[in-house]
């Protein structure tokens, strides 16, 4: 089946510093989602992307939806101890199901 | 408040032993998933259903079953549970329409471990 990539797949920054993670397909998406998950928790959605060149911020998260459309890129800005979790990306081949692939995850870890 | 929850949180059962998970969310939802989560893997479909009586299978089905007689309630089921199946799961539900659909809410997880 599909399959997603992200890099890294795990990082160790100091608080304040900036954050880039991306995920990759072989394939083309229609959608692309970024999801945090924390420890004991379900994931939660974070950002939404539905075309092309899209670039969409939450707060201090900005993620892109790639050109090709077989990546995305999530950045974090000037990062807090509670961003630390793992973050996932989620894509959607098709417009009108509801089945995503999810990535492996990238595990971010904030250093105060 | 709206929420998806699941039970049990934690369980540790034997090969063979027939189990099920349940999975209720009070958001109205016509949309609700099983993932399971493993190390490396990310989350895996393992079924899906788009409305009452209506499932369908995901990415990894072998040895699991789902049931959606009532529009809040989603249980999965594993007939005879294998050491292969010790996993992470979650239920998730959304909309089935409009853009929020994309929000799907997942439940806090369910630990098995099968032995």
């Known amino acids: 089946g599909q399959q997603l990539n992200q890099s890294p797949q795990s990082m160790f920054i100091q608080e304040g510093e900036d954050v880039s993670m991306n995920c990759t397909s072989s394939s083309i998406f229609n959608t692309w989602l970024w999801y945090k998950q924390e420890p004991g928790e379900g994931p939660v959605l974070l950002i939404a992307?539905?075309?092309?060149?899209e670039l969409t911020s939450n707060g201090r998260l900005t993620a892109q939806f790639g050109i090709t459309r077989k990546d995305s890129f999530l950045n974090i800005s000037a990062s807090i101890p509670s961003d630390v979790g793992i973050y996932f990306c989620?894509?959607?081949?098709?417009?009108?199901?509801?089945?995503?692939?999810f990535g492996p995850g990238t595990r971010l870890s904030v250093l105060p | 408040e709206a929420q998806v929850t699941q039970n049990p949180r934690y369980l540790i059962t034997v090969t063979g032993k027939k189990l099920t998970v349940t999975c209720s969310q009070n958001m109205n939802h016509e949309y609700m998933s099983w993932y399971r989560q493993d190390p490396g893997l990310g989350l895996r479909q393992i079924y899906y259903?788009?409305?009452?009586?209506?499932?369908d299978k995901g990415d990894v089905p072998e040895g699991y079953k789902v049931s959606r007689k009532e529009k809040r309630n989603f249980p999965l089921i594993l007939e005879s549970p294998s050491p292969n199946q010790t996993s992470l799961y979650f239920c998730?539900?959304?909309?089935?329409?409009?853009?929020?659909?994309?929000?799907?809410?997942f439940g806090p997880g369910t630990r098995l471990l099968v032995l």
């Open positions: 989620a894509g959607r081949a098709d417009n009108y199901g509801q089945n995503f692939v």
């Open positions: 992307l539905y075309k092309a060149g």
């Open positions: 259903s788009m409305n009452v009586e209506v499932t």
């Open positions: 998730a539900s959304s909309p089935s329409s409009g853009r929020r659909r994309e929000t799907q809410y």
